[in-house]
């Protein structure tokens, strides 16, 4: 089995703190296991208090669906959906800003970001999956 181990994980963080820093943003990337669990995240200086929990919050959708949170925001009213919601404490947010992690064809964990624009924290996720040598899709 497959996982995403802490130095991939700071692979991620580094090209992702990268990325938000050349979009010139104030953003937190927050990078999960597929359960949702924290491996790690940041916070860069100016970025608003909350975007760490919503950068989380969005990386748990994508790992528990496996795809991008972006696509789960016509599904977020489901019994399902928000059954699942509920059951993550409010901690589980579909909209755009995070990106499934797959190892080998394996979903390994996901990346959500905050504080940008939705593309901007998609953006800065993809950028530190690619330069983890990770994909996004299976």
Do not use: Y
């Amino acid at each position: 089995m497959a996982s995403l181990t802490l130095a991939e994980s700071e692979q991620i963080l580094a090209a992702a703190k990268a990325k938000v820093f050349e979009m010139g943003a104030k953003m937190s990337v927050s990078v999960v296991d597929p359960r949702g669990d924290l491996i790690g995240m940041f916070r860069t200086d100016g970025a608003s208090w909350r975007t760490p929990a919503i950068s989380r919050a969005k990386a748990v959708s994508a790992a528990c669906f496996g795809r991008p949170s972006g696509d789960l925001t016509d599904n977020a009213m489901s019994p399902v959906f928000r059954g699942l919601m509920a059951m993550e404490g409010g901690h589980m947010i579909p909209g755009q800003g995070a990106l499934p992690v797959f190892k080998g064809g394996e979903l390994v964990g996901a990346v959500g970001g905050s504080g940008g624009t939705a593309q901007q924290d998609e953006d800065s996720a993809r950028a530190g999956i690619e330069a983890a040598g990770l994909s996004a899709a299976p």
